[in-house]
């Protein structure tokens, strides 16, 4: 027996993969399956050449997804035409053209496109961009119902799911692990995969360096109301890439300050979503906390996204 605790879309994917090769599993989560950081992501599915070890898993990572994608329900969301990462100079867009020979090397499909090529494509788009690389075969998904669907799967083939209570402690056991449950109740089992994000670190041994590793970092995203199909807003509503600006991957590594980088969405539904941000926070603080709304880190996303696509603004 192998026990995951968490059910969001690690927790999912790791169950149905476990009891698909024929291991008994059970899963435990105190709330529903995809409601904690799965249902708060952008579902972006893309390849990042940050280092080649994150490229080759990110690689791989898109590569699965584009093999379960035909096997998603509708609900899942799987669409998209690929990113644009966005320059805004012509150094900046050869630069990147340049450390895109890994994406390259690997076979994905990018474009370098001028500032007539990209607004070609998405006539949203400032023209005093300089222009843009295309990386067709990222996609989007909607991660909450992609973790129900891959835990009702598990559940279908055989795992046990148990949701509505969580796990108090871990504690060594002759064969393996015992989990103790927050109603008292304990379970032996041989592994245990913990898949609980911020919660991971108070179940691991307290000499663990991975307790200090895994730290809370907030972000912001805003969705917008529904998009008008005619007007000035019209070219809003027909995106179909994801757009992010080259300076993303700078925010991501950023820490201590408060970092902001460009990042838009359309969704299914006819809105758009905007990202993005991210701050470090204490991990002492209560998740109320760590989750409450800073206004003037809204104020910077919005105006951040201004040259990169002056129409947001009349967006509500």
């Known amino acids: 027996m192998i026990t995951v605790v968490g059910a969001g879309i690690v927790g999912a994917a790791c169950a149905r993969a476990l009891v698909r090769g024929g291991a008994a599993v059970r899963v435990i989560d105190a709330r529903a399956p995809g409601t904690g950081a799965s249902a708060e992501g952008m579902g972006h599915v893309l390849a990042l050449d940050h280092d080649p070890p994150t490229l080759a898993l990110s690689h791989r990572s898109l590569e699965l997804w584009h093999a379960l994608a035909p096997a998603l329900p ?13 320059a805004r100079t012509p150094d900046e867009l050869e630069r990147a053209w340049d450390e895109a020979e890994g994406l390259r090397g690997l076979g994905l499909r990018v474009e370098r496109l001028d500032n007539d090529a990209a607004r070609a494509l998405e006539p949203c788009l400032s023209p005093t961009l300089a222009g843009a690389l295309r990386v067709a075969d990222d996609r989007v998904v909607y991660p909450p119902v992609v973790a129900a669907w891959m835990l009702a799967q598990a559940r279908e083939s055989g795992a046990e799911v148990t ?13 393996g692990e015992r989990v103790v449950l927050d109603d008292g ?27 200090a590793a895994i730290r809370p970092r907030r972000g912001h995203l805003i969705i917008t109301e529904r998009l008008p199909t005619a007007g000035a807003l019209s070219p809003l509503a027909r995106l179909r890439h994801q757009l992010v600006e ?43 906390a760590l989750k409450a709304i800073d206004a003037d ?12 696509v002056p129409a947001l603004g009349q967006a509500r």
């Open 163 to 175: 949701t509505g209570v969580g796990v108090r402690s871990l504690e060594p056991a002759d064969q």
């Open 246 to 288: 080259l300076g993303y991957h700078d925010s991501v590594a950023t820490r201590g300050a408060t970092s902001v980088a460009f990042n838009l969405q359309p969704r299914s539904t006819g809105q758009l979503l905007l990202g993005s941000s991210r701050q470090d926070m204490d991990p002492s603080l209560p998740l109320a």
């Open 74 to 86: 509708q609900s899942a969301e799987w669409s998209g035409a690929g990113t644009l990462w966005l």
């Open 185 to 211: 109740r304990a379970l032996e089992c041989e592994a245990v995969v913990l898949a609980t994000g911020l919660g991971t670190g108070a179940l691991l041994p307290a000499d663990s360096p991975l307790r």
């Open 297 to 308: 880190t809204l104020g910077r996303m919005v105006a951040r996204a201004q040259p990169f």
